[in-house]
């Protein structure tokens, strides 16, 4: 049987989709609330991943575990519980595999693990060394200690292999996570930044992680891109399948600080979050350029969608939905 951690999250029911396609009976896990699909090969499982002891539970009679579990958040009152948690979340899916006997274990860790080097346009790679940085998200910290525990866990016999995605947009919850974006656009957000970024669709993710797990590839990381493109050119497209006005205005560090402090009193007043936060600002004022080459050397059939043709159809799904 396989394991899904994060199997009610963006990534994890793309996932699933993907896992039922082939025939595979899925444990999956959820935290909170149960989610409504329900399938045959599918078994919805409650687990707090913090508890070693349900961890320890629902890793019976497991094979494969595809471990998409984080906490997600770029507010400063969270800092503390995305970093520790991410992290010790991990190590507990790690021990339990161990113990367990899993025999392969898929991890979803993200670009962001990989830093952001001090010295301007580098390109990252695998082999890009972690660097301690006032930039690095409490997001980051948290995906990178999350991964060093894989890793450890590899160390101690565990056969495992790590993704680190880009940006992922697809078809999902559109007031979460990355999907947010498309309501920003929806809403003629009219800044833009000079950042570029890494960007991939939920579904080649998908589609690598099977590759992967049905691989004997074992100690080995890969970045999941499409490309390399900015912000602006991202929120463009969206805009256009819309049929709504594209940015217009370019936001310097300066007007970006004051847009943050100004979403988040608006967002305070109404009782809700801001998309923008001091976190936010700073990813999206970021030059980041990732080589995507390693997995594609890897797996030369694989090909990645077009991050365009990708924002085109997810805008069509979020016109459905709203």
């Not at 951690?5 to 909170?32: D, I, M, P, Q, Y």
């Not at 699909?37 to 494969?64: F, K, N, R």
């Not at 503390?80 to 790690?94: D, K, L, S, Y």
Request: hydrophobic share 40%.
């Amino acid at each position: 049987m396989v394991l899904v951690t994060g199997a009610s999250g963006f990534l994890g029911k793309h996932l699933l989709e993907a896992l039922v396609e082939k025939g595979l009976s899925v444990r999956a896990l959820f935290n909170r609330n149960r989610p409504e699909w329900t399938h045959p090969l599918i078994e919805w499982v409650a687990c707090d991943l913090l508890d070693v002891y349900a961890v320890e539970e629902v890793m019976q009679g497991i094979s494969q575990v595809y471990h998409c579990a984080a906490i997600v958040s770029f507010e400063q009152k969270d800092r503390e519980r995305v970093i520790e948690q991410n992290r010790n979340a991990t190590a507990n899916v790690v021990d339990e595999a161990l113990i367990a006997g899993v025999e392969r274990m898929i991890h979803i860790s993200s670009i962001a693990a990989l830093g952001r080097p001090t010295k301007e346009n580098k390109l990252i790679s695998e082999e890009t060394h972690w660097e301690e940085s006032s930039t690095n998200t409490a997001y980051a910290i948290g995906k990178y200690q999350a991964e060093m525990e894989v890793w450890r866990g590899m160390a101690e016999g565990l056969n495992a292999a790590i993704l680190n995605p880009g940006i992922i947009l697809g078809e999902g919850n559109y007031q979460e996570g990355s999907a947010k974006l498309f309501q920003s656009a929806y809403e003629e957000f009219p800044w833009y930044t000079s950042g570029v970024n890494g960007w991939v669709d939920v579904k080649d993710v998908a589609r690598a992680a099977l590759l992967l797990m049905e691989s004997d590839i074992v100690e080995e990381r890969y970045i999941l891109t499409e490309g390399n493109h900015t912000y602006k050119d991202i929120f463009t497209w969206m805009a256009n399948a819309m049929g709504k006005k594209p940015p217009y205005k370019k936001a310097s560090p300066l007007m970006s600080k004051v847009a943050w402090i100004l979403s988040s009193i608006k967002a305070g007043l109404a009782g809700k979050r801001s998309i923008l936060t001091r976190e936010t600002i700073r990813t999206a004022q970021a030059v980041c350029h990732y080589d995507n080459h390693k997995f594609l050397q890897q797996f030369p059939g694989f090909r990645y969608q077009s991050m365009k043709n990708t924002v085109e159809r997810v805008s069509k799904d979020f016109l459905k939905n709203i």
